[in-house]
């Protein structure tokens, strides 16, 4: 629903307009390595539970390290870039689109405390918003979806899961959901063994098929 990388990537550049020789892009590579890696420490049991804020602001640390921020100012505004991420073009309209047709369920990995805000900043309208930190876990795990079954209160083959990472899609597939993978510019695409109940190049799009039914 949010340009993530296109957010981080602009925060960057007003948090470091000297970094230290590292160009924007490297340094957006090694925030996304970290919080991939911290994840994935976490999916393995290698970490504790930590929710995105920790992750975030270790990330921010590691960049600001990088290129040589020392402003704690500047250090927490970067590290609480995810709040403030815009949404893709067509994901307001077409968001609103569905709740008016459907019960609509926001589920991400954000923390409780940076949804909030990050649904406020891009005026996404949710009929519930779940954050993966109440299952203190994070995506694929199967008691993340669980929150969205349970908040739903139907079975899974009534629930359908709409994201533009393939992998995501297969995570709820795997707990008996169906599956709409919408394409962005960034994302894990499908492959060609993916066998996703809708594809769509576009939330408007998808929301126009679903709501002719």
């Not at 609509?104 to 406020?120: F, I, M, Q, W």
């Not at 709409?162 to 994302?187: F, K």
Request: charged share 25%; glycine share 8%.
């Amino acid at each position: 629903m949010v340009d993530e990388p296109g957010g981080l990537r602009a925060a960057l550049r007003d948090a470091l307009p000297v970094s230290g020789g590292a160009s924007v892009d490297q340094l957006l590579t090694m925030w996304q390595k970290h919080v991939a890696d911290e994840v994935r420490r976490v999916g393995e049991r290698k970490r504790g539970y930590a929710n995105s804020e920790v992750i975030d602001r270790e990330a921010a640390e590691r960049v600001a390290g990088r290129a040589g921020l020392t402003d704690p100012g500047a250090i927490e505004r970067l590290a609480t870039a995810g709040r403030r991420l815009k949404p893709w073009d067509d994901s307001v309209d077409g968001l609103a689109r569905l709740a008016g047709r459907f019960p609509v369920l926001g589920l991400t990995h954000a923390s409780r405390a940076s949804l909030l805000r990050l649904n406020a900043h891009a005026g996404l309208r949710w009929h519930q918003a779940l954050s993966a930190e109440d299952a203190r876990a994070y995506k694929p795990a199967p008691e993340v979806y669980q929150l969205a079954l349970d908040a739903a209160g139907c079975p899974p083959d009534r629930v359908l899961m709409v994201a533009a990472h393939a992998w995501d899609l297969r995570g709820a597939q795997a707990v008996g959901m169906r599956t709409a993978y919408v394409r962005r510019p960034v994302g894990d695409p499908p492959r060609s063994s993916d066998t996703f109940d809708w594809r769509s190049d576009g939330l408007e799009e998808l929301a126009a098929a679903l709501t002719a039914h």
